[in-house]
């Protein structure tokens, strides 16, 4: 199992000031979300036939935040050479990710997020999405003045 | 160097600024030169710089229009004196004429209504009562008419034509000599893929900004009004221009030398390094607004402040302390992330009040962002819908506000705690709008990431 900080190392970075580096990172299969990103079981069947590739040494960059300059990598763990990613963005969906058994995933962030350990399944990460909103005209009204009770 | 580094160094060029030197200066000079040529237009030979567009809009066209009426007035003037004396005595008698009826409609109308009232009142002297009253409307009529001349309407008329057909001449011949820019059939050439890259990553910038410019209703300073007057003045006194003849000759061996097929090989070619100087000048020359006119051309200095954010692939004015985009004259403009504001809203923020009498939606919505949802929603009085467990996220909750006055439409803002604390000073409670037919947190929580809500409930971790 990964410690945070040898799953941070694995993108170069330095552990939070808020994390034990010496803690495991928890491996979990069901829903988890790492800011912004959410890491959520699909049934093995909805995973395009074709397309998936093993995870580099390097690891993936699922998302890049060109505003905070942070980045989610995606790397696989101990002894896991056959996890699989294929990007395929399509409204919020970035990808998916195969995590054969008794294999393991890394979700690394390189701000204040730290890491997010992906046990054995099929997956799909999301990023957010807002509500467009249409910020209404008031137009300007006189209130009339309260009368005190004296 | 690689096409894409070379893409790099043109949009660092354009996020440049500071003054132009010299060189800068000549070499856009001498595209525009290459340019009239390539349109089949005389070389003015006049090139005026000034410190913002907004002066050069306001030279160049007051330039246009007093061009062209010094030209109409020259061909008209050979009429004589005779001819200008006719005019003028039928001028007079049309003025006359027009006074004339009006007083004469009036004081029909003045006796008319007082020869009624005299009736109904039965006033012994009503002869004198009537006379007395189509007198004062005669007056009146007359006094009325000569005030709303006619003349100093059609006056007004003449100079308004004036300046629009200078306006439309004067973007025409600009069209003209940017299509021949951009047609290539002028050196420097420039692949179409490099230009493609560059327009991408600088073109926002651009026309946001022009965009801003357009906006700008009038020229306020008295400073600028001065400079466009002195800039009138000198290209009217300037001495005539290149000949016309040799300009056509020129215009013609240009045209031969970058004939259709000639140009589209040398647009085909890959960028030598010899061309990287040339091209890069023009990736300057995009940010440099001018003016063309056959007669004179006006080119504005390139901004001295250019403040810029990369998103989604290019660049878009921004920022938060200050003007986006200043010139060395004071013009300013505001940007937030390549929305146009007006600069209140960056120097000292507006109240919630201001932000909702303000015409813009986009505006509205950047100084919404500007303050801050959170604080938006204290002051603007928002109410809590509902709160709950933010799922994997143990001790923090998801809460759900909506405006009760209904200025946000059909959205509701989900306010939510990072799930990690954050190194820097800034808050880790955060606020998101979904939409507003939502009444749980976690539904809205779970449409934000288009997830099923039974399955968000599941969630076991939250980083």
Request: with cysteine; hydrophobic share 45%.
């Amino acid at each position: 199992m990964h410690t945070y900080a040898s799953a941070l190392a694995l993108s170069a970075v330095a552990v939070p000031a808020h994390l034990d580096a010496d803690i495991a990172v928890p491996l979990l299969s069901g829903p988890q979300a790492q800011g912004d990103l959410l890491v959520v079981p699909v049934p093995a069947g909805s995973l395009p036939a074709s397309g998936l590739e093993p995870v580099a040494a390097t690891g993936v960059a699922v998302v890049h935040g060109e505003a905070t300059g942070n980045t989610h990598w995606l790397h696989a763990g101990f002894d896991s050479p056959d996890v699989r990613w294929r990007g395929d963005v399509d409204g919020v969906r970035l990808g998916y990710l195969l995590v054969p058994g008794g294999q393991s995933a890394l979700l690394v962030h390189t701000g204040e997020h730290g890491a997010n350990g992906i046990a054995a399944g099929t997956y799909a990460i999301h990023r957010k999405r807002e509500q467009a909103v249409l910020v209404d005209h008031a137009p300007f009204t006189i209130v009339a003045p309260r009368l005190h009770e004296d | 160097m690689t096409v894409i580094d070379f893409v790099a160094q043109c949009r660092r060029r354009f996020l440049t600024c500071g003054p132009l030197p010299d060189r800068d200066r000549a070499a856009i000079v001498g595209q525009l030169h290459r340019a009239y040529l390539a349109a089949g237009l005389a070389w003015p030979g006049r090139v005026w710089w000034v410190p913002s567009p907004l002066v050069g809009d306001l030279a160049a066209r007051t330039a246009a229009a007093t061009l062209l009426r010094e030209r109409q007035r020259r061909t008209t003037a050979p009429a004589g004196r005779g001819r200008r004396a006719a005019v003028a005595v039928g001028a007079v008698v049309r003025e006359v004429y027009n006074v004339g009826v009006a007083v004469v409609i009036s004081a029909v109308c003045g006796a008319g209504g007082a020869a009624l009232l005299a009736v109904v009142v039965e006033d012994r002297q009503r002869v004198g009562f009537v006379v007395f009253c189509a007198v004062l409307a005669g007056l009146l009529g007359g006094a009325s008419t000569l005030t709303r001349s006619d003349r100093s309407q059609r006056a007004d008329a003449a100079v308004r034509a004036t300046h629009d057909r200078a306006v439309t001449d004067l973007d025409a011949t600009g069209r003209r000599v940017l299509a021949a820019l951009l047609d290539v059939g002028v050196p420097p050439p420039t692949d179409s893929t490099v230009d493609r890259q560059v327009e991408l990553a600088c073109g926002p910038v651009r026309t946001a900004v022009d965009a801003g410019l357009r906006s700008m209703a009038t020229v306020a300073s008295q400073n600028r009004r001065r400079r466009a007057t002195d800039l009138v003045r000198r290209i009217i006194d300037a001495p005539e221009p290149v000949t016309v003849a040799s300009a056509r000759v020129t215009a013609a061996l240009t045209r031969l030398a970058t004939g259709s097929a000639a140009a589209w090989r040398w647009r085909h070619r890959t960028v030598a390094v010899a061309d990287l100087d040339a091209v890069a000048t023009l990736a300057g020359a995009g940010h440099v607004w001018w003016w063309a006119h056959p007669e004179f051309v006006v080119v504005s200095e390139p901004p001295v402040e250019l403040h810029v954010e990369y998103a989604g692939g290019s660049y878009r004015p921004h920022r938060t302390d200050g003007p986006a985009v200043r010139w060395r004259d004071g013009l300013r403009l505001y940007f937030w992330h390549g929305t146009r504001v007006p600069a209140g809203l960056i120097e000292r923020g507006w109240t919630v009040d201001e932000i909702h009498r303000h015409h813009n939606s986009e505006v509205r919505r950047a100084a919404i962002e500007r303050m801050g949802w959170l604080t938006y929603i204290d002051r603007a009085g928002l109410r809590l819908v509902a709160s709950a467990p933010d799922p994997g996220n143990h001790p923090h909750e998801l809460r759900l506000y909506e405006d009760p006055r209904r200025r946000l439409g059909p959205t509701r803002v989900l306010v939510m705690t990072n799930g990690s604390p954050d190194g820097t000073d800034r808050p880790t409670v955060y606020a998101e709008t979904v939409p507003g037919h939502l009444d749980d947190p976690v539904e809205a929580a779970a449409w934000q990431y288009d997830c099923p809500v039974d399955v968000y409930r599941t969630l076991q971790r939250r980083t």
